[in-house]
């Protein structure tokens, strides 16, 4: 190994400590998203497993008790961050993508957090749309919810739809 990896730059650090920074950095991103990934996954599997339940029973009182169980059950085993509310998440995932591979692509571009911001849209093209700009302008989730609040795919067709006035 030559001298020159050893020598300092202007930052007083050296090539291979710039490299080997670069490489944890990579690798840190690197598993970020493949962590995001697996616990939307995660998720989404508990949702379709509890909507199996529910929807085997066919009564709403059920599936709010089931649901109640389950969340002090796993709360008690698991800590906290499964609270009822995290598991009606985690069904409203799985009523929304029925498709596991659809989900894991957008999991390795989107957060769990964009995705659950994501799920509560109810019209289907207003949601893609969001999910293609969060996609596309790379929007952090507080952007994202701030989109949505101020009605930015509303006002985006309203102007897109405008014919412009013309006079003879």
Request: contains cysteine; positive net charge.
């Amino acid at each position: 190994m030559s001298k020159e990896v050893f020598l300092e730059n202007s930052e007083g650090k050296s090539q291979v400590f710039c490299e080997l920074k670069t490489l944890i950095e990579q690798n840190k991103q690197h598993l970020s998203v493949l962590v995001n990934s697996s616990m939307s996954l995660l998720y989404w599997e508990i949702g379709k497993r509890i909507n199996g339940e529910i929807l085997l029973q066919k009564r709403a009182e059920y599936g709010k008790q089931i649901v109640e169980t389950l969340a002090n059950q796993l709360t008690q085993t698991y800590g906290k961050g499964w609270s009822e509310k995290q598991l009606r998440h985690c069904l409203r995932i799985a009523e929304i993508i029925d498709d596991k591979e659809i989900l894991y692509a957008l999991s390795r571009e989107l957060s769990w957090t964009h995705l659950r911001a994501l799920i509560y849209i109810k019209e289907p093209i207003k949601r893609s749309f969001y999910i293609e700009m969060c996609k596309i302008k790379r929007w952090s989730t507080r952007t994202l919810q701030e989109r949505i609040n101020s009605m930015f795919y509303e006002r985006k067709q309203y102007k897109n739809s405008r014919i412009p006035y013309r006079t003879s």
